[in-house]
């Protein structure tokens, strides 16, 4: 609220400032610069010519850009140094004349100070200037970091786990391995002290130079 009424007070003062700056300088260009170098040669000044094209082309620029509130702060101090030289210089006759003077002086040195406010082409260019470079440096930022990133040395990937080692399960016996009974092979010794030789099965054992007889089952008995 309270920067509302700043902004508004600021473009009221503005405008009645600037809208008299501007009148005077119209006035002065409406009468001539004879007619105002005449009026500044009554009043004392040294160069009446001179006084008349300067203070003319500083309250006609001057004001329209104290209104529009462009370089206002700047704006303001040429208008006051303006108001001081001719208060100095060549004070106008006139009471009124010299009052308002001395107020466009002061109130040009305030709106220096205090500025434009808001409601003005001097707020509207921040602005735009600050988001523009606010956008430049946040690209110039993505840039760097991008470049930055780049020039990293990629990170070296981990290494994979070692395959588990297959374990080795039993193959079923294909339809093609003959799986059917054999006999069990034979074997040839020499009977120890005879040197007769003996064909035996596994199992067999020598029993006293012969061979053990394989046990017979025996049936059961029945009473």
Known sequence: MKQSLRDLAALVARLGVGGIFFANGWAKLEDGLKITGAKFLEQGAPAPGAWATVTMLAELIGGALLIAGLAVSITGLILFAEALAVFLVAPPLNPISLNELILLGAASLL???????????????????????????????????RVIAALKEPEEKPAEPAPAPAQKT?????????????????????????????????GDTLVAGRKKPAPRNRRPSTD
């Open 170 to 202: 039993e193959e079923a016996p294909s339809s093609s391995e003959d799986t059917a009974p054999h006999p069990k092979p034979r074997t040839t010794a020499k009977e120890p002290g005879n040197g007769e030789e003996v064909t035996t099965a596994p």
């Open 111 to 145: 709106l220096a100070v205090v500025g434009a406010g808001r409601v003005s082409v001097d707020h509207m260019v921040v602005i735009r200037r600050r988001e523009s470079q606010a956008a430049d440096e946040f690209a110039a930022d993505t840039e760097a970091d």
